[in-house]
């Protein structure tokens, strides 16, 4: 499984407003980023300083970067905005230059001095916009792609703070103002990966999620939730439907169906698997059979063991097999649908 740098991008900035860093510059290809205090203690590695910060009640000063999604487009584009801003300063001191003269006097009787010293610095270096405070010492750049270690990180924060969600579809304000409440369904997502494993491997995501009151399974759980806004609290003039199953029950539904759903699988890569593993077994077999007849006891018990050995990594490199694991999930409070939008159901 890979990702693009489209994809990267959108999942680091997601992760970045969601854990509510300031961001102080992006474009496609890169994003600088102030890291809210909850951020900075899950990616820049400082217990000491937060311990420090923790025992005296000091203002934090988090750590800036600058993640880098594409350097050969981000290079391309930071020259082109340095030729643009060289050819503002050119036009800007050529302007300067061809004004009249005025006489001392007429200069101090119009400026302050800080406007003067102002003037003379813009005359040169052109307008400087003030920095903001980006924290100590200098901002990190780093290139942010599949497999690197940044990401992996970012990766694992994610996982570990969003592993299980409680969230509520945004009523909006017309529903606020309305006299009746809104009845709200609860929802059990779980996004699923599922490894088809032997010598090669094979990954899919399958992100499902069940009624808990009426029992219902959505097999495309991500396509209901993508044109929805959600929000952590319960909001006003709602109220939420009493679920009819409880959430371990729901768990053991959408295992039941995602098996059932693998089991209606092409099952060739299978067989082609345990065909590729018998020729290795027969291979090691046809190798080792004169080394099990030695003479020599300790030869043999030796030979017996690297045999034993290497049938056993052989089998589990090549033996064919199916591994499912719960990456995160979720219980979403959706407003309720009419009867027949139910494409996606089982």
């Not at 409440?181 to 094979?202: N, T």
């Not at 009867?339 to 089982?346: L, M, S, T, V, W």
Request: aromatic share 10%; glycine share 4%.
């Amino acid at each position: 499984m890979t990702m693009t740098t489209e994809q990267i991008h959108k999942y680091v900035l997601t992760y970045l407003e969601s854990m509510e860093c300031q961001v102080l510059e992006q474009s496609p290809y890169h994003v600088m980023v102030k890291l809210s205090p909850e951020a900075d203690k899950e990616l820049t590695g400082r217990p000491y300083y937060w311990g420090f910060i923790e025992r005296t009640n000091t203002e934090p000063e988090t750590m800036s970067f600058l993640f880098v999604f594409d350097p050969e487009k981000y290079e391309q584009a930071e020259i082109a905005k340095t030729a643009q801003a060289n050819e503002s300063r050119r036009a800007a001191l050529h302007t300067q230059l061809n004004k009249p003269l005025i006489t001392s006097g007429e200069a101090a009787a119009s400026s302050s001095p800080s406007q003067t010293e102002d003037s003379i610095l813009g005359r040169y270096f052109g307008v400087v916009r003030p920095l903001p405070n980006v924290g100590p010492g200098r901002i990190h750049r780093e290139h942010l792609h599949f497999g690197s270690p940044r990401l992996q990180q970012i990766f694992t924060a994610a996982r570990r703070g969003g592993s299980c969600v409680y969230l509520f579809e945004d009523a909006g304000p017309r529903q606020r103002a309305t006299l009746f409440p809104a009845a709200y369904e609860p929802w059990l997502g779980i996004s699923f990966k599922v490894e088809f494993a032997c010598d090669m491997k094979r990954e899919e995501l399958h992100f499902m999620g069940i009624s808990l009151v009426s029992q219902k399974i959505d097999f495309h759980f991500r396509d209901r939730l993508s044109t929805r806004s959600l929000v952590p609290r319960l909001p006003e003039n709602v109220h939420i439907e009493p679920s009819s199953m409880t959430p371990a029950e729901a768990r053991d539904a959408l295992e039941a169906s995602l098996q059932s759903k693998l089991s209606e699988l092409d099952s060739s890569w299978a067989v082609e698997a345990a065909e590729r593993l018998q020729e290795e077994l027969e291979l090691i077999d046809a190798y080792y059979e004169d080394l099990l007849l030695e003479e020599d006891e300790e030869k043999r018990n030796s030979a017996r063991e690297q045999y034993e050995a290497r049938r056993e990594e052989i089998r589990w490199q090549y033996e064919p097999r199916i591994l499912v694991t719960a990456i995160n999930c979720g219980i979403f409070h959706l407003r309720q649908e009419h009867a027949g939008r139910n494409e996606h159901y089982r």
